[in-house]
């Protein structure tokens, strides 16, 4: 049973809107949260992180929310640009001192222009 | 050439075939890694490096035998594989073993006939 879920593996968005990528997540010891964006043919490059001592954590256009309670983080992309087209992985700890993360299978973003 | 390098791009082996993918890294990075990645399936981590030493081994079968020459090369040897194997296999590297902004090659894609 996949313990970080991306339940939508696609997304379109209008540029120049809001983008919004779900993440959820079923253990509750997992305290370490990234994503991760990946083009087609290149490998996944880190994105922007977020611990669970905050609920927020913006870099840019970019903001992580975390709602430990729910369990769900998502993120947020503000405007969308078509550049942003691809491939979007969330990954959890419950360590964050370790390489021990679980990835999520990852929502394909389609910004239109 | 700079980040992580690996080769080849695509392979296709069959199943009696030994074959090898390589990973190069010239980021000074101490910590290296091979995750898998099968079609609509998390991405998996398979091993562990850090400083030369195999640190894991995510239950990986032995068909599958990683190699660390140097702290800039990371090697799996594959021998016998089956055709479920066929997957994207990418290498990583960090800092060290407690960094987790990894930086990833582009993969090589392997298709077992």
């Known amino acids: 049973d996949q313990q970080v879920k991306q339940n939508s593996p696609s997304l379109s968005v209008q540029e120049g809107r809001i983008s919004i990528l779900n993440c959820d997540y079923t253990?509750?010891?997992?305290?370490?949260f990234l994503w991760y964006k990946k083009y087609p043919a290149e490998g996944p490059t880190f994105l922007i992180s977020?611990?669970?001592?905050?609920d927020k954590n913006e870099d840019g256009r970019f903001t992580v929310f975390l709602n430990k309670s729910a369990k769900h983080l998502s993120l947020h992309i503000v405007p969308s640009q078509p550049g942003d087209s691809a491939v979007y992985f969330c990954?959890?700890?419950?360590?964050?001192?370790?390489?021990?993360?679980?990835f999520g299978t990852g929502t394909r973003l389609k910004v239109l222009a | 050439e700079t980040g992580v390098t690996q080769t080849p791009r695509h392979l296709v082996m069959g199943m009696t075939n030994k074959k090898s993918l390589k990973c190069e890294q010239h980021?000074?990075?101490?910590?290296m890694y091979w995750y898998k990645q099968s079609a609509k399936k998390p991405l998996e981590l398979m091993f562990v490096y850090s400083l030369e030493e195999r640190v894991e081994n995510n239950s990986v079968p032995s068909r599958f035998s990683p190699e660390c020459p140097n702290s800039s090369h990371l090697f799996l040897h594959l021998h016998t594989l089956q055709p479920e194997d066929s997957a994207l296999y990418l290498c990583a590297s960090s800092q060290d073993v407690q960094a987790y902004g990894y930086t990833f090659g582009s993969g090589t894609r392997l298709t077992v006939v």
């Open positions: 990954a959890a700890s419950a360590d964050s001192g370790t390489y021990k993360y679980i």
């Open positions: 253990n509750s010891m997992f305290d370490y």
């Open positions: 980021l000074g990075h101490n910590a």
């Open positions: 977020i611990s669970s001592i905050k």
